[in-house]
């Protein structure tokens, strides 16, 4: 089992539907967890960080967090084309206290 | 991301040669880190520094090894690159501090190395 896990895509979605993209982890000592966007070619960029279970919501981006189901989810509201990226979820602590990346979700926004 | 720079921006090597990824921050952050990307593997940490004169290795050190002379620079380097080393590398720091946004790390805008 890899230690952080999402779904390779693409997810699709129409321009202004709501984009989920969700991510599992295998350490439950994980303490931080943090989402990034990727467009082609260029270098990840942080989106929101999340530490307490529930939500945290910063303008069209909400993350969600559940340790006990040990899950971590991103929802983007209204989605854009200039969404359309590849979205990475990682996760730090627990045992080696190491950033864990996941090998991302690509996200197709369809206008 | 301004602040941290790469250097080259991409490289063409032959096999068997000697190679040195730059990497200059200003922003004065602690913590320094260098990743490679691979499709279907996601970023994975290559080697780290989380203050000057003092590093790490990460998950797949094995033909790379670094420096931290000082804060701003950590070069990494291939000593006789190979074909599996073709890449594309990523610098990242992180402010290294205790608070809620000290554990966000940063990247540079990668260095896409083919190894031939």
């Known amino acids: 089992q890899k230690e952080v896990e999402q779904n390779s895509g693409p997810l699709s979605v129409p321009e202004g539907a709501i984009a989920s993209l969700n991510c599992t982890y295998s350490d439950r000592g994980s303490q931080s967890f943090f989402w990034y966007r990727q467009y082609s070619g260029k270098s990840p960029e942080l989106i929101m960080f999340i530490y307490s279970n529930g939500d945290k919501e910063d303008g069209r981006f909400t993350a969600q967090l559940n340790k006990a189901s040990q899950y971590v989810s991103l929802l983007i509201r209204d989605s854009q084309p200039s969404d359309s990226a590849t979205y990475l979820c990682a996760v730090k602590g627990g045992a080696t206290n190491k950033l864990i990346f996941g090998t991302g979700t690509l996200l197709a926004v369809q206008p | 991301i301004a602040g941290i720079t790469q250097a080259p921006t991409s490289q063409i090597l032959a096999a068997g040669r000697r190679m040195t990824l730059r990497c200059t921050q200003d922003?004065?952050?602690?913590?320094m880190y260098w990743y490679r990307q691979d499709l279907g593997l996601g970023l994975r940490l290559i080697h780290y520094s989380n203050t000057a004169g003092t590093t790490g290795k990460g998950e797949v050190p094995d033909g790379y090894s670094v420096s931290r002379a000082n804060t701003d620079d950590f070069p990494l380097t291939l000593a006789s690159a190979v074909p599996s080393q073709t890449s594309v590398y990523f610098c990242?720091?992180?402010?290294?501090?205790?608070?809620?946004?000290?554990?966000?790390?940063?990247f540079g805008e990668g260095s896409w190395l083919t190894v031939v």
């Open positions: 990242a720091t992180k402010i290294g501090i205790q608070t809620t946004s000290g554990n966000t790390i940063y």
């Open positions: 922003m004065r952050h602690n913590a």
